[in-house]
């Protein structure tokens, strides 16, 4: 038996305009630019929409009610799911048909798309909750498998998930840890006990994923009977066939005009001819498996590049300078208890913004593997710092203008306080000034501030006191 | 292998980046078992130390000196004063003559040359040279290479050229066995302007020293211990290099950012309008003139300033944020310029931009991790962009050129 696991991720980040320098203080919108480059987030949701998300998903139900058989994953982020309700409302609503059938499952996720588990944990914990509650209400499922911006993963990570409930969690099958382990397998996390990990077998998914238009490949043209006997060739050596991706791999990454729809139809029937293949969910697969070994990931994995971690989005210091700058606001934007300013903040954490300021490129010449709308990585990271330095600001003066009104409701009090609070200390730094090892014995002038004194009389004795053990240490 | 080359003038000539190309280039070309002549029109400043910057390859490189008063940056009709000769009382006569006539001169001396020495290839930088390398090729038959570092387009940053000189560059880019340009955005202005076929021109990116400079001490320094931030502009001021831009650009800066200050070095004959534009718009104190800048003082500039601007209205190459990257400064660049295509580590803006240019500057300074980055990143990028390089690429074109000639 063998069974093949197929998920496709959606995202799209809120872009920031070109936001200047003399924008700061002055316009609160970082989000809306309305031009006609790929800063447009509208724009590029309705272009993506028309090449992607609606054809694919009309394929997709296609296959789901001729192949009782099929199913297979999404993961959406929630910046995904806000800009289809407010630009493509329809597109929605085919994700909604397409997991009533039962046979799609969502995967968790954070819903700002974020690298929060490697900088805060109770703001990852929040944004996971964020996510989860969006997609009860849109989608009325829970979600029970685990994924992470990226396919980021560390051993911490999976522990986490263990700890709240999950039953498996997804990453990257990656030789440095697989060693000469097959990612066809389960595994157990490392330090873990419940919680599986399903691998993806890169191999296979980058062939539709990356592979699929370039002419050069040697095995362009791919057609899906090609792909299924290279699946079917894990007989025996194998129990699940982990194929992650972008869902925009269809249609957006490979255009319509590299064949991948046709292939994307014709896949399931061909992977099924082999008798004893089939189709599982996450869940599913978790459930119907047990680990082989243990899958041991001490520094972050992701699904990125040959290298597979977190250089492209903090691999310089730019990116590094952005992200620190972001999570420092952490304390502040949550004091204000103000949700625009926290969802704003929120939507600054998108891992894209860091990823358009990547300039790996620049060592290996590979301008293309790095898409960016910016005109450079320079140009990226000045209109984010620019909407960042706003909104610091708009969070300094929420904070500031709170404290104030905190201070004016405690006023009254706090000032009676601080007079009596002042005329008391005075005397006292004298007599600590003046102390000597005699004076131990003499009575200290706090015993005397008795309510009942009125404050002249009190000031009297205090005064007098002092008075009189100066003259003390004069005649000695 | 030996090329006839004719140029302007080498370093320390104080006329712009024309000079720093031919002799990085040359210096490259000789490294890799080239023979040069370089005729150079006479000019007593390069000539002493022409000779001593090749000392050492004295057997290689001959110069070879005429007696034409050829100046770049002019236009054809500027008039020259020349010393034609001594009367009897030993009193110079002069003679004013224009580029175009000393052009020419220098052609029918350069026939004369091609006829006394033995070589291979004929290459001639800049219009004031076309004509001695036509002229050359005529006398000799050899094989002719047209440099271009500019065009008239780019000196006049409009299409309202030079006519004497568009003529010269049309007839000899025709008679070329081939055209480089520094760039492709020269190239794009030869092949749509000059209408010289594409497969004819070459793009040769110009190079930059790869050796860390030293570090020199600071200039500016009252200023700087103000905690004022300084932004540089270095080059000719003349309409081709967009200083005006630049100027409004400051005026932007300073109205967000006061402790800005504007340092301009350079001349031109654009000086004056500048001035009075730096009045006009209120900005005297915020903007200082540092007058013309070479060597050590230029690179002591380029050390203290925290931003390097060159905001070109049509720049061939640009060297200006190549030597600012060396000296540590981080630059903002024109779009419209050939160096914005080897370079990624810099700003880049259209020269009409002043808004974005101003945000760009702003930005720049407000967040020192760009500077830092830019820099960083920069430098290394410089290591691939040695005048070895460039001179590896004349090189090969040179053996294409000649493998059709037969001996």
């Known amino acids: 038996m063998l069974t093949v696991c197929p998920y496709f991720h959606v995202h799209q980040p809120y872009r920031v305009k070109r936001y200047r320098v003399f924008d700061i203080g002055n316009d609160t919108e970082y ?21 992607s998300y609606r054809p ?32 493509a409302p329809d597109v929605l609503e085919s994700f909604q048909e397409l997991v009533a059938t039962g046979r799609v499952e969502i995967l968790a996720d954070t819903y700002h798309h974020s690298l929060a588990f490697f900088y805060s944990v109770p703001e990852f914990e929040r944004q996971v909750k964020q996510h989860e509650k969006r997609i009860k209400q849109l989608f009325e499922v829970k979600p029970r498998v685990f994924r992470n911006t990226e396919l980021s993963y560390r051993n911490d990570l999976a522990k986490w998930c263990e700890d709240n409930g999950y039953l498996g969690i997804m990453a990257e099958g990656w030789d440095k840890y697989l060693g000469w382990r097959s990612p066809n397998y389960l595994y157990r996390p490392a330090g873990c006990s419940k919680i599986k990990v399903l691998l993806k077998n890169y191999k296979l998914s980058d062939d539709i994923a990356f592979r699929f238009g370039n002419k050069a490949w040697e095995s362009w043209p791919l057609h899906a009977d090609t792909y299924a006997k290279w699946i079917h060739a894990h007989h025996g050596d194998g129990q699940t066939i982990n194929l992650f991706m972008d869902y925009e791999s269809f249609g957006e990454h490979q255009w319509e005009d590299t064949g991948i729809f046709n292939f994307l139809r014709a896949f399931p ?19 119907s498996y047990e680990p082989t070994g243990e899958y041991d990931v001490p520094e972050v994995l992701t699904w990125a590049d040959t290298d597979r971690d977190l250089t492209a989005w903090t691999g310089n210091d730019i990116q590094r300078d952005a992200i620190a700058a972001t999570y420092r606001l952490e304390e502040d934007v949550l004091k204000t208890k103000k949700k625009d300013l926290i969802e704003t903040w929120r939507k600054l954490q998108t891992s894209d913004h860091f990823y358009y300021m990547c300039t790996k490129w620049s060592h290996d010449g590979d301008v293309h593997a790095y898409f960016s709308p910016y005109q450079s990585p320079y140009d990226a990271y000045i209109a984010f710092m620019n909407a960042l330095s706003d909104l610091q600001l708009r969070v300094k003066h929420v904070v500031a203008e709170q404290e104030a009104k905190l201070l004016a409701k405690q006023a009254p009090e706090k000032q009676f306080c601080e007079t009596c609070a002042q005329r008391k200390e005075e005397p006292q730094t004298v007599a600590v000034v003046e102390t000597t090892p005699e004076q131990n014995s003499v009575p200290v002038p706090v015993k005397s501030s008795d309510s009942f004194i009125p404050l002249q009389k009190w000031w009297h004795r205090v005064t007098s006191s002092v008075r009189s053990l100066l003259t003390l240490l004069r005649r000695k | 292998m030996r090329v006839l080359t ?8 104080k006329n712009g980046g024309l000079g720093v190309a031919c002799y990085g ?10 023979e040069v002549i370089f005729v ?59 580029i175009i006539e000393e052009a020419h001169r220098f052609a029918h001396q350069a026939s004369l040359i091609a006829q006394e020495e033995e070589f291979d290839v004929i290459h001639a930088h800049d219009w004031t040279s076309y004509l001695a390398g036509v ?5 000799s038959g050899k094989p002719l290479v047209l440099h271009v570092h500019a065009t008239s387009f780019d000196q006049a940053a409009s299409d309202n050229v030079d006519p004497a000189i568009f003529k010269i560059e049309r007839e000899c880019f025709a008679l070329a066995d081939t055209v480089v340009t520094v ?14 076929p594409a497969e004819k021109v070459q793009v040769i990116h110009n190079g930059c020293d790869t050796n860390e400079p030293p570090r020199l001490p600071q200039t500016l320094t009252e200023l700087k211990q103000q905690g004022k931030k300084i932004v540089l502009y270095h080059g000719r001021i003349s309409i081709q290099k967009g200083v005006d831009n630049f100027v409004r650009a400051a005026r932007r800066v300073v109205d967000v950012d006061p402790n800005v200050i504007f340092v301009i070095s350079g001349w031109g004959d654009m000086t004056n309008q500048i001035i009075e534009q730096v009045g006009a718009l209120r900005l005297s104190e915020h903007v200082r003139f540092a007058g013309p800048l070479w060597e050590i003082e230029r690179d002591r500039m380029y050390q203290s300033a925290d931003l390097v601007v060159m905001p070109s209205v049509s720049e061939p190459f640009g060297l200006v944020p190549l030597e600012a990257l060396q000296h540590g400064t981080p630059a903002i660049i024109s779009k419209q310029s050939g160096v914005a295509e080897v370079l990624s580590h810099v700003l880049k803006v259209d020269f009409w931009d002043t808004d974005e240019m101003a945000n760009q500057i702003l930005s720049s300074l407000r967040y020192p991790v760009i500077r830092q980055q830019m820099v960083k990143e920069g430098k290394w990028q410089l290591q691939s962009l040695s005048w070895r390089c460039a001179a590896d690429k004349v090189r090969r074109l040179y053996q294409n050129l000649v493998q059709y000639v037969t001996p």
């Not at chain 1, 989000?31 to 090449?51: H, M, P, Q, Y």
């Not at chain 1, 009782?68 to 630009?87: K, W």
């Not at chain 1, 293949?277 to 459930?287: I, L, R």
């Not at chain 2, 002229?135 to 006398?139: C, G």
């Open chain 1, 31 to 51: 989000f809306n630019d309305n031009s006609e480059t790929d800063l447009n987030n509208r724009k590029i949701v309705e272009k993506v929409a028309d090449k």
């Open chain 1, 56 to 87: 694919t998903n009309r394929i997709l139900k296609e296959l789901l009610d001729r192949h009782p058989e099929f199913r297979f994953n999404l993961s959406f982020s929630g910046t995904a799911l806000d800009q289809f309700e407010a630009y």
């Open chain 1, 269 to 287: 029937e061909m992977v099924m001819r082999h008798p004893d293949t089939s189709f599982k969910t996450a869940t599913e697969t978790v459930e």
């Open chain 2, 6 to 13: 004719f140029g302007w003038e080498f370093p320390p000539a």
């Open chain 2, 25 to 34: 280039l040359t210096r490259e070309l000789l490294q890799a078992g080239v």
């Open chain 2, 40 to 98: 150079l029109p006479k000019t007593q400043e390069t000539r002493g130390d022409a000779r001593f910057l090749f000392a050492d390859q004295e057997r290689l490189v001959k110069i070879r000196h005429t007696d034409i008063m050829l100046r770049p940056y002019q236009q054809a009709s500027s008039m020259i004063d020349v010393i034609v000769g001594y009367d009897k009382q030993g009193n110079p006569i002069i003679k004013s003559r224009s």
């Open chain 2, 135 to 139: 002229a050359a090729k005529l006398a």
């Open chain 2, 183 to 196: 760039s492709e955005y020269t190239k794009s202005i030869v092949v749509n302007k000059h209408a010289v």
